[in-house]
């Protein structure tokens, strides 16, 4: 079966599921909300708190203060997590932050941010 025949036979389940499965290798191409979470925990634990520990400490003077500052850390990072996630969701197209700069303030903006990207990361 080639592309064009698959392409004409109606899918049983929604291309946007977590269930819709690559039929290549059978893998399921979704991530549910449990598996988004961890991910942006681990991002978090691997790169903030063993690179910013000691910083915050030394700021804070308490641990009170200092597990407090990590908690609303967590909290504000999972928020923009899960809204960047909704964003994917209603925008399916590549190009991450550029498209939905695109879809809010037009394509002026969205042109100055990919060239900040672009000078800032090279």
Do not use: C, H
């Not at 790169?47 to 910083?55: E, M, N, W």
């Amino acid at each position: 079966m080639d592309y064009t025949e698959a392409a004409s036979k109606p899918s049983p389940v929604p291309a946007n599921s977590v269930t819709d499965i690559d039929t290549k290798s059978g893998l399921v191409r979704g991530i549910s909300l449990a598996d988004a979470t961890l991910l942006i925990v681990g991002g978090i634990i691997g790169t903030g708190v063993f690179l910013t520990a000691g910083d915050v400490a030394a700021a804070t003077k308490t641990p009170l203060v200092f597990v407090a500052a990590w908690v609303a850390g967590m909290i504000v990072s999972w928020l923009a997590s899960v809204s960047v996630a909704e964003l994917g969701s209603m925008f399916p197209q590549a190009g991450g932050q550029y498209v939905y700069l695109r879809e809010a303030y037009g394509e002026f903006v969205a042109f100055l941010y990919g060239w900040m990207i672009f000078s800032v990361n090279t």
